[in-house]
């Protein structure tokens, strides 16, 4: 992998490490027990620390498994001491990516946050260039097992590139799935546990969104959504980072519009099929040649 490259890859992580760090002690203090303050804290400590979110911050509670933002509205939102909080940050630095996420709980830890962990660390020992995916997702799907819990079927770690969050190939949670990791590629892995039945599905709302496809819109709201996108650089973006700039009806016409030409693309909010509790664990690793580096440790 080019110097520079790594260099990027391995300071976005820091930072993203740093991030999750700052957020996970704000939430066992109890000091910031509202999700909207939480998520606006971590973001601008991304930017504090020189870096710029790859994607709004993921606050997702117990059966939320991801793709959970506050809006400007939901000031109830608040942490409850027994939830599992699933915080997930994304950081960039000129596109290079680092993708992270603990799952924190103020009671304590149960075995479900105990599985997960050592899903990911499981995992972890294996990842390296030629393995193939589906050894990764049975030695995530084995430790769940062990524990007597499900791993997430129909959730994945995911390849990074530049300016690219979701690219490649997928690291399943099952022993299923085709491909092999690859020399100087960056990957994100991430085992979900829960004590659900194992799998997500859509909900009917969504709070982050991304650019598919920048092209000449004729409604002036859509095109100011996609004026004031353009600087993500195909990145995912919060719709509450537009509630400071557009009056919210206008917006959510906007967006569904946006939605429905697939210019751009809703992430919904995943929840897990059962109610089950869901808790996450996701670190990135890059490859320099063979040499596995965990940049986000
Ligand atoms: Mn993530
Ligand atoms: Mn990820």
């Known amino acids: 992998m080019e110097k ?32 909207l303050e939480l998520a606006e804290k971590i973001e601008a400590k991304i930017f504090e620390l020189g870096a710029e979110p790859a994607f709004p911050v993921n606050i997702s509670i117990n059966e939320i498994a991801a793709h959970f933002t506050p809006e400007l509205h939901d000031k109830e939102l608040v942490i409850k001491e027994t939830d599992y909080v699933k915080i997930d940050v994304g950081v960039h630095i000129q596109g290079y990516i680092a993708d992270t996420a603990r799952t924190i709980r103020i009671a304590g830890e149960d075995e479900l946050i105990i599985c997960a962990r050592e899903m990911l660390e499981e995992a972890l020992k294996i990842a390296r260039p030629g393995v193939e995916v589906s050894e990764i997702g049975k030695a995530i799907s084995e430790v769940a097992e062990s524990y007597g819990l499900k791993p997430i079927r129909n959730l994945t770690g995911h390849g990074l590139e530049r300016y690219k969050l979701h690219t490649g190939i997928s690291i399943p949670n099952v022993p299923f799935g085709k491909g092999v990791l690859e020399e100087d590629k960056a990957y994100a892995i991430e085992p979900f546990c829960t004590n659900g039945y194992g799998a997500i599905k859509d909900s009917d709302r969504a709070t982050i969104f991304m650019v598919l ?22 990145l995912p973006f ?31 909010i995943l929840k897990e099929v059962a109610h089950g509790n869901v808790a996450q664990f996701e670190h990135t690793v890059v490859f320099d040649g063979d040499k596995a580096i965990i940049t986000t440790r």
């Open 4 to 35: 520079e490259v790594l260099k990027k890859y391995i300071e976005a992580g820091k930072i993203a490490k740093s991030v999750l760090d700052y957020a996970e002690k704000l939430v066992l203090k109890e000091k910031c027990l509202s999700v």
């Open 213 to 234: 496809e920048d092209r000449p819109l004729r409604n002036p709201a859509a095109r100011k959504v996609l004026d004031l996108t353009r600087k993500y650089n195909g």
């Open 238 to 268: 919060a719709k509450r980072w537009l509630q400071k700039q557009i009056p919210q009806t206008t917006l959510e016409l906007a967006l569904k519009q946006l939605v429905e030409a697939k210019v751009i693309h809703a992430f919904y």
